[in-house]
T-cell receptor, first 111, second 116 residues
Framework: AQSVTQPDIHITVSEGASLELRCNYS??????LFWYVQSPGQGLQLLLK??????LVQGIKGFEAEFKRSQSSFNLRKPSVHWSDAAEYFC?????????FGAGTRLTVKP | GAVVSQHPSRVICKSGTSVKIECRSL??????MFWYRQFPKQSLMLMAT?????????EQGVEKDKFLINHASLTLSTLTVTSAHPEDSSFYIC????????????FGPGTRLTVT
């Protein structure tokens, strides 16, 4: 069955530290891959997406993600976290008309 | 471009009543619209996929008679929660697919439904 896995439910980092959020997918063929951020009570904001080509994708707010086919992964990274980055992050994969989400990773930023 | 709106943003209704949520693609034609449900501190779960002019396809475990979906035009889909109960309280998010571009999907801001 197609699925998206985010192994980390909750991550805490200090402001200014680097961040990596993990995402793995299980699909027959490489799906379209996305990272979204959601603040409490709000909708989803697209950070970045991967369709094909360069495996390192740049997004908004200083985020980037790297697609690794051999590991079926699409991890999100940011070199220096800001307090405003505290939110819930969702990885998603889409194949045909079917977009599935990971369980989400809640990011807490310590001052 | 590619903006999706939802109305209302918040709604409170009494148990046993029905409530309708609208999802509109404002500046593009959406041949396919998706409805998701999100419980507090949980992920988005796909409820159903609707194509303009045809019946919606519901995910396993979603009651089609309870969650009525209508996709009458290329810019509007509605979700009606019938005979709502407190357990239906949730955050409902719609999404619209861009015609001819299957890789793109745009999300609405969500509707918070509270059933008392």
């Amino acid at each position: 069955a197609q699925s998206v896995t985010q192994p980390d439910i909750h991550i805490t980092v200090s402001e200014g530290a680097s961040l990596e959020l993990r995402c793995n997918y299980s699909y027959g063929a490489t799906p379209y891959l996305f990272w979204y951020v959601q603040s409490p009570g709000q909708g989803l904001q697209l950070l970045l997406k991967y369709f094909s080509g360069d495996t390192l994708v740049q997004g908004i707010k200083g985020f980037e993600a790297e697609f690794k086919r051999s590991q079926s992964s699409f991890n999100l990274r940011k070199p220096s976290v800001h307090w405003s980055d505290a939110a819930e992050y969702f990885c998603a994969a889409k194949n045909n008309n079917d977009m599935r989400f990971g369980a989400g990773t809640r990011l807490t930023v310590k001052p | 471009g590619a903006v999706v709106s939802q109305h209302p943003s918040r709604v409170i209704c009494k148990s046993g009543t029905s409530v309708k949520i609208e999802c509109r693609s404002l500046d593009f034609q959406a041949t396919t619209m998706f409805w998701y449900r999100q419980f507090p501190k949980q992920s988005l779960m796909l409820m159903a996929t609707s194509n303009e002019g045809s019946k919606a396809t519901y995910e396993q475990g979603v009651e089609k008679d309870k969650f009525l979906i209508n996709h009458a035009s290329l810019t509007l889909s509605t979700l009606t929660v019938t005979s709502a109960h407190p357990e239906d309280s949730s955050f409902y998010i719609c999404s619209a697919g861009l015609a001819g571009v299957p890789s793109e999907q745009y999300f609405g801001p969500g509707t918070r439904l509270t059933v008392t």
